[in-house]
């Protein structure tokens, strides 16, 4: 078995995004540290939740610890994807954690594997960064999931542009449009 850790310490650079038209965009997961970029695949659910559990870490950080401002004034202005998108996995789980040492919160990441590449092991990443950055992380990985397709009030699964077919219609009715 041979798995392989990247380890990315205080990087200068985290941020996520989505590329192709709603309904079949692909989410990524970057981080870079000096010139080395690491570029992961993640799912939309994925990035919603790692914004939710950043957010609730760092509220929970401020909370014991008054002197952590929860604002975190570090404006970060480009939150771009770096080209050439070249991911090195896709993100099969997602842990977070803080170095109160270092004042650093870290994401462990590892990666999925297809049946054949399972006697290989799974490839992880071991990602830090300050709590400004990860709560720019956060406010900008919700807006990325937030410009994805609208979802129905009824289902809670997304409506296509070309409209929506709802099972909680019990076949009733004719497709629901796209709300604007």
């Given at each position: 078995?041979?798995e392989?850790?990247?380890?990315?310490?205080s990087v200068?650079?985290?941020?996520?995004?989505?590329?192709?038209p709603?309904?079949?965009?692909?989410?990524?997961l970057?981080a870079?540290r000096?010139?080395?970029?690491?570029?992961?695949?993640?799912?939309?659910?994925q990035?919603?939740?790692?914004?939710?559990?950043?957010t609730?870490?760092?509220?929970?950080?401020?909370?014991?610890n008054?002197?952590?401002?929860?604002?975190?004034?570090?404006?970060?202005?480009?939150?771009?994807?770096?080209?050439?998108?070249?991911p090195?996995?896709?993100?099969?789980?997602?842990?977070?954690?803080?170095d109160?040492?270092?004042?650093?919160v870290?994401?462990l990441?590892q990666g999925m594997?297809?049946?054949?590449?399972?006697?290989?092991?799974?490839?992880?990443?071991?990602i830090s960064?300050?709590?400004?950055q990860?709560?720019?992380?956060?406010?900008h990985a919700a807006?990325?999931?937030?410009?994805?397709?609208?979802i129905?009030?009824?289902c809670?699964?997304?409506?296509?542009p070309?409209?929506?077919?709802?099972?909680?219609?019990?076949?009733?009715?004719p497709?629901?449009?796209p709300?604007?």
């Amino acid at each position: 078995m041979s798995e392989f850790t990247i380890d990315l310490d205080s990087v200068q650079r985290i941020t996520t995004g989505a590329v192709g038209p709603k309904g079949r965009r692909v989410f990524y997961l970057q981080a870079r540290r000096g010139g080395r970029v690491l570029t992961l695949i993640a799912e939309k659910e994925q990035v919603r939740a790692l914004a939710d559990a950043i957010t609730r870490l760092l509220d929970t950080i401020a909370e014991k610890n008054p002197r952590f401002s929860t604002s975190d004034d570090l404006l970060i202005t480009d939150m771009s994807l770096e080209e050439p998108l070249e991911p090195l996995f896709r993100i099969g789980q997602m842990g977070l954690g803080y170095d109160a040492e270092r004042d650093l919160v870290v994401l462990l990441v590892q990666g999925m594997s297809s049946e054949e590449e399972e006697e290989e092991g799974n490839p992880s990443a071991r990602i830090s960064a300050a709590r400004p950055q990860m709560r720019a992380l956060a406010t900008h990985a919700a807006q990325i999931v937030a410009a994805g397709r609208p979802i129905c009030g009824n289902c809670g699964r997304p409506i296509d542009p070309s409209g929506h077919f709802c099972p909680h219609r019990n076949g009733h009715g004719p497709s629901l449009p796209p709300s604007t």
